[in-house]
């Protein structure tokens, strides 16, 4: 380690006096002007992380569906998945590190990491479209430099491109070409196949309005469009050629404000979805005959996915283990349908993709998804293999089954939620059961629900458990909220601080939107 030149470096990163960010659900995120010095720390961290795990790492400059003037970083571990828990306190020490402690929490960091510095290290950086993500990701370039990695700059990927980056790089290959080219073929080619099988191919199932939330969505997606053309043809809206990133547009906004987003015309029955600023989240909507909106959220796609994977194991005779995994957020009617019509297990984790991610690791084909449209299908190596030669061993129908499973694999990125694969899958599913987007949606009802943010003076003081549906502190809050939900049917609230943003997250539903209506009335303090 050159510890002068780390230090004559990082003094033209300097960290502004007294800031202090926490490495969060998303890594760090803030106004882009504050970040400088994080980027080229993390530079630095990804360097360390590289080398104590031999293998490669990504660093991705987004803040996703933040607002355009934030931007955020974080880190992506061997095999494409988040940062490790014990490197994210390295991470928010060494953020908040002054000039000064900066070699001395380097050099702790290593030794207790046990670090070699004598290892190679490589680091694959990507960033969205912000206007401030490419200087920043100069930053991140200066640290990795700095301590003697190598590195490959990808310049504009969607978040989950990045990951498959990281996560081909490190398995020789064998998950796919770590190129934006091997993405697009790998994803085209099996979606293409899919849909080749579909006998109801009519106009209806080949079209899809999609809102790309003015971000680096739609740059991908433009590209990609010509690759599987032949199975859908996209519209794209929100295309970054005159709108803001993320304004009035986006997965994030259509999911938290349950209607269309702007910029977007819709007739009614027509199937629509928008993506969120970095291209991980998806979700699903429609306008019907009397143009009432309706949201296909992460729950519905979650079902759609995993009914269509038990299908296809039934058909090939397969009993493999599926479980699905949300969050406290899910819609109680999702998980009731989930358990009672279709006999899945379903757990609840944390909020946040890495908890749901390691929990759906647990079985031969895990699917998750959070409400708000992030998340991905997980397959075992086992169960990988025993379809790749089912898929060349059995007879005629099973065949068939086996061989639409091991496109259906291949179509998932399994290193991240992503928005342009699950699009894929869900409209590679729809033309193969011939499903509209009505009959999709009516698998089940969702009970209504609000969800809203509270400003308060110290969001820590409320502490949760049970996959954070109990508030444990303050002393009378669970209380409190136990006494108001027994009064409504079907009804169930929580609140829990943000991982992400300084607010107390409020979330509740009931039978009726007369109910839940009410319920709040009563409260007029939270709104
Ligand atoms: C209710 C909700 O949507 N929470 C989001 C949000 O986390 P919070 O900890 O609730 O701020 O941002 C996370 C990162 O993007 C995402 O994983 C999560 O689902
Ligand atoms: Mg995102």
């Given at each position: 380690m050159d510890l002068g030149a780390i230090t004559k470096y990082s003094a033209l990163h300097a960290k502004p006096n007294g800031l202090i960010l926490q490495y969060g659900t998303a890594g760090f995120r803030t106004k882009?002007?504050?970040?400088d010095h994080v980027m080229f720390r993390m530079g630095l961290l990804a360097v360390l992380r590289s080398k104590q795990t031999k293998s490669t790492i990504g660093v991705m400059v987004t803040a996703s569906?933040?607002?355009?003037e934030d931007n955020g970083v974080k880190l992506v571990d061997?095999?494409?998945?988040?940062?490790a828990p014990s490197w994210e306190e390295h991470a928010t020490c060494l953020a908040n590190a002054e000039e000064q402690d900066m070699q001395r929490v380097l050099i702790d960091i290593s030794e207790k990491e046990a670090v070699n510095l004598q290892q190679d290290a490589f680091v694959v950086i990507g960033r969205d479209?912000?206007?401030?993500?490419e200087k920043l990701s100069q930053s991140v370039i200066d640290g990795v430099t700095v301590l003697g990695g190598q590195f490959h700059d990808y310049g504009l990927l969607t978040t989950p491109q990045l990951h498959y980056m990281v996560y081909c790089r490190n398995t020789g290959g064998r998950y796919g070409k770590a190129t934006i080219e091997g993405y697009y073929q790998k994803l085209s080619k099996a979606f293409v196949e899919l849909t080749k099988?579909?006998?109801?191919?009519g106009d209806e199932y080949r079209s899809l309005k999609v809102?790309?939330?003015?971000?680096i969505g739609a740059l991908k997606l433009r590209e990609m469009e010509h690759y599987f053309s032949q199975g859908l043809s996209v519209q794209l809206f929100n295309d970054g050629s005159k709108g803001k990133l993320n304004h009035l547009c986006g997965a994030d906004f259509v999911k938290s404000h349950q209607k269309p987003p702007q910029g977007m015309e819709i007739k009614s029955n027509e199937r629509c979805c928008s993506f969120d600023g970095d291209a991980d989240r998806i979700v699903y909507y429609y306008h019907d005959a009397d143009g009432h909106f309706h949201l296909i959220d992460g729950d519905k796609i979650a079902t759609l996915i995993s009914s269509f994977l038990k299908e296809l194991l039934v058909e090939i005779g397969e009993s493999l283990n599926i479980g699905v995994v949300q969050t406290a957020y899910a819609n109680g009617s999702s998980t009731r349908y989930l358990e009672e019509v279709m006999k899945v297990p379903v757990y609840c984790t944390k909020t946040g993709v890495k908890h749901l991610h390691h929990k759906a690791q647990e079985f031969d084909i895990g699917v998750y998804f959070e409400a708000n449209g992030h998340g991905t299908a997980l397959f075992s190596t086992a169960v990988e293999m025993k379809i790749k030669q089912s898929a060349e061993q059995l007879e005629d129908k099973k065949r068939k089954a086996a061989k639409m499973l091991e496109n259906i694999i291949d179509l998932f990125n399994q290193a991240a939620g992503d928005a342009i694969s699950d699009m894929l899958v869900i409209e590679a599913i729809l033309a193969l059961k011939g499903l509209t987007v009505q009959q999709w949606d009516a698998l089940y009802t969702d009970l209504p629900n609000r969800q809203l943010k509270v400003q308060v003076a110290?969001?820590?003081?409320i502490s949760t458990t049970d996959a954070e549906r109990?508030?444990?502190?303050?002393?009378g809050l669970q209380e409190a909220i136990n006494d108001l939900v027994?009064?409504?049917?079907?009804s169930r609230a929580f609140v829990r601080p943000s991982g992400t943003e300084d607010v107390v997250r409020v979330y509740a539903e009931a039978d009726s939107q007369v109910s839940w209506d009410s319920s709040i009335e009563k409260e007029p303090n939270i709104r």
């Open positions: 882009a002007e504050h970040l569906h933040n607002p355009e061997p095999l494409g998945e988040m940062l479209t912000r206007p401030s993500s099988q579909a006998s109801c191919s809102d790309c939330a003015n971000g110290d969001r820590r003081v109990q508030a444990v502190t303050p002393p027994k009064k409504y049917k079907l």
